[in-house]
C-alpha cells in the first residue's frame, strides 16, 4: 500500500509541471488583462521544437531554449493580435490554437513521420534531501523542469507583489486608465506578460516531450493547456492556489494512470474522463466564491475612451 | 515660497524617484487651444492661464469643452492647434508622464485608482522604487503620512482602496498627485461625489495648499461653490471662452446666465397637491447586497399618489439597493412590497412594468439604455412588444417613428435623426430620452434615482419641472433617490433619511432644517435629535 501511494504521489508531482508552467504564464498574463486561450497551441509547437531539436542534436539544454523562443514568437504573435489589433480574445486565442495544433501537426509528419523516442531529462537526485524516506523519493528524485515548475510558484508570487513591475502588471489588468495616467505604458506590460506567457507555455509543452514523456505525436497535449486556462480561474489568479489546483488535478490524473496500468476492472473509457469531471465540479463548486476575474481581462485599451 | 520643504528635501535624500524634483509651476498659459472631435469642435481658440496661488474656475454646461481643455493640459488628447507654455517656456504635452513631470496634476471626475490595491500601492503605481526591483512600500507609506500631514489628508496607507469612502479616495487622489511633486492640481468636478461636510473639508485642504503656493483649475457647475472656492472664472459655452472675469463682485445669477446663456430659474414652483392612496409601499425590506452583507436592514416606506418621497443619505447606504429591490432587479430576503395595494414582491422587472411602475436607474448608460441602439429604438424599449409598436411578432415602424419623432420634439431631445445611435448623444439629452420613454408610459408609480446625476444646469432644470409636473397633474407616486440634498430639498413633500440601510426617520420637507438632516445622514434616529 506504501508502495502505492508513493508511486503516485511521486507521478503526481511530475504529472503537474507541464500544467504549472502554462498556468502561471496564462496567471501573469490575465492579471495585465489579455485572456490567451491558445495555450494548448503554442504547448504543442514547444513540446515538438523542442522535440525534434533533442531528437537532431540530443542536446537537452538546445532543446528547452528552442522552445522558449518558439513560445516567445507565439506570445508575440499573441500579443499583437489582441493589444495592438485589439481583436475579440476569446476567438482569436481558439484561432492561435488551432494554428499551433496544425502546425505541429505538419511539422511532425513532414519532419519526422512516426513517433520516436528520445532521451529527455534524467532525474537529479538532489543532495541530503533526496535520501529522506518517503519524501525524497517522491519530491527530490524528479527532472529539473520538474524542479523549475515549483520553483515558478514564488519566483511568480514574488514578482507580482514585490515589485514595481507586479505592481503595474496587476493594476494594468485591474484599472488600465488609471494605470495610464500615472504614466505607465500599457502596451509594453501586456506585450511583457504575454510573451512570457508563451515561453512558459513553450516550455509547458517541452516538459511533456523531452522530460516526462519523451516522444512527440500529433496533439501530443490533448488539451492540458485548457485545463491550464481552466486551472487559473480555480486559483483565482493567485500562484499558490493555482499550484493547489494543479496538484488536484495531477492526483487524480496519476490515480486514473495507476488504474490502467494495473489493470482494474473499470472502464477505461471512465477513469480517462475522471480528471476532466473533477474539473467541471470543482470549478462548478467554486463558482460560489466571492473572486473577480480582473476588471479590464478581455478589453483592449485605448486612451482617451 | 518654498512647497513644502521637508517632504522635497528628504525626497532629495532617499533619491526615490527622479520625477518629484520638480521646479513650481508659477504660470501655464494655454493660447489658442483648438480640438476637433468628429462632428464636434470641442475647443475653439480657446485661451486659459493660472497663476500660483490662484484658483481659476472653468465653468460650463456639459459638453461645453472644460475636460476636453484640461484632458489635452494633461496629455490625455493632443491639441490640434494651440501652444501651451509652463513658466514661459513653450512645452509639448504628449502623455500624462509629460503633464506629471512638468508638475501637472490631474484629480478626474471618475477616480482613477485601482480598487483592488491597497493606499500607498495606488500612489507607488508608475514611480520607480528606490530599491529598484523591489517595492518600497514601507518609505512611501511613511511619505504618504508625512504628506498627509502637512496638508491634512489623512488617510491609511495600507487600507485597500475599495474599503473607503468616497471622500477618503478623493483624498488618496490628491495624494498621489503631490506625491509625484504636481504643484498645480486640476480637479474636474471635485465636490460631485462628496457630502456637504466633505466638501467643507476638501475646500479647506485646498485654502491651505493655496496659501503654499500651489495653484489650481477648478471644473464645476454648482455655483455656490465656484463663488465660494474661486479667484477667478472663466466660462465656457460650445467650446468657446463666452467670458474671462475675476469672481469678486459676480453673482450666482451672473454666472448662470453667462453659462447657459438664458437666466435660470433655480426653484421650482411647488404647487400644493391633494393626496391619494399609498401607491407603493415597502415593509420590513431586507436585501443582500453585493459583498453578501446586508445592504437594507427592514425599510419601511409608503410612498402616496401625488407626491414626491425623497431618499436622502450619503451614497453608499443602500440607495442603489433600495431602487433594485423596487425594480425588481434584486431580491428581498426579508419583507413585502406593494404597489397599488396588490402585492409585487419577488415579481419580475416586466411584471413591475406591466403593472405601472417607470424606473429611472441610476446607471443611465449601463442600465437605462442600449448604447449602440439607435435614438428611436431606446425610446420604445420596454413596450415594444405592445400595440401600437408591435403587430404580433412584427414591429410596426410606422407607429414607431411617429411615436418617437413626437416624443424628440415634446422632450426637447437635441438629436440629429431618430436614427442617431445613442451614445453620441450628451448625457443631458440621454436622460431626456429616459423621462420621455418612462413618463410616457404614464406610471402609476416611478422610482427615480440619481436623475440628474452628471447633468448640467439646463437639463437638470428641465429634469425637476418634468418630475413636479408629473406629481402635479397625473398624481404619480414618485420615490426620488438622491445624493445631492439640494436636489431633495427643492423636489421632495417628505424625506427620508437612510443610514447603513435603515430609515433614521421620514420628515415633512418644511418641518426639517439642513442641519438635522445632516444628523440623521451621519446616524442619528430622528427621535434622538433635539
New interface residues.
Partial sequence: MEVIIIGIAKSAIRLATPYLYASIGETIGQLSGVLNLGVDGVMLMGAFSAFYTVLKTGNLILGLLVAIVVGAIFGLLIAFINVTLRAEQGISGIGVYIFGLGLSSLLFRTMVGTVQAVSGFPPLFIPLLSNIPIVGEIFFRQNILVYGAFALIPISWFILNKTPLGLSIRAVGQHPEAADSLGVNIVRIRYLTVIFGGMLSGVAGASLSIALLNVFQQNLTNGMGFIAVALVYFGAWRPLSVLTGALLFSTVNAIQIWVQVKGINIPSDFTLMLPYIVTIVVLAAMAKRYVRPPKALNKPFERGE | MPIQSSYLHSDMKRDTSKITNLTRVEKVEMRGIVKQFPGVLANDRIDFDVHAGEVHTLLGENGAGKSTLM?IL?G??HQDKGEIYVNGKLVNIR???DA?RLGIG?V?QH???????TVA??V??????SRK???DLDIVSERIKELAKVHGLYVDPGAKVWQLSVGEQQRVEIL?ILY?GASLLILDEPTAVLTPQEVEELFHVLRSMLNRGYSIIFISHKLHEVLSLSDRVTILRDGKVVKSLPIVGVNKEKLACLMVGREVLFQVEHPSVKLGKVSLALEGIWVQGD??LPALRGIDLEVYSGEILGIAGVSGNGQRELAEVIAGLRKPTKGRVFIKGTEVTNWSPSQLLEYGLSYIPEERMRDGTIQKFTVEENLILKDHIHQPYADGIFMNFKNIARESERRISDFDIRTPSRYTSLKSLSGGNIQKLILARELSRNPGVLLAAQPTRGLDVSATEYVHRQLIEQRTKLKTATLLISDDLDEILSLADRIAVIYEGKIMGVVKRNEVSVGELGMMMGGVHKDKIK
Fill in positions: 484632458k494633461y490625455i488628447y502623455s500624462p508622464l506629471i490631474m478626474h477616480f482613477m485608482l485601482v480598487p483592488t490595491l500601492e495606488n507607488a503605481l508608475g514611480l520607480h522604487s526591483f523591489l517595492l498621489k509625484r459583498e453578501n
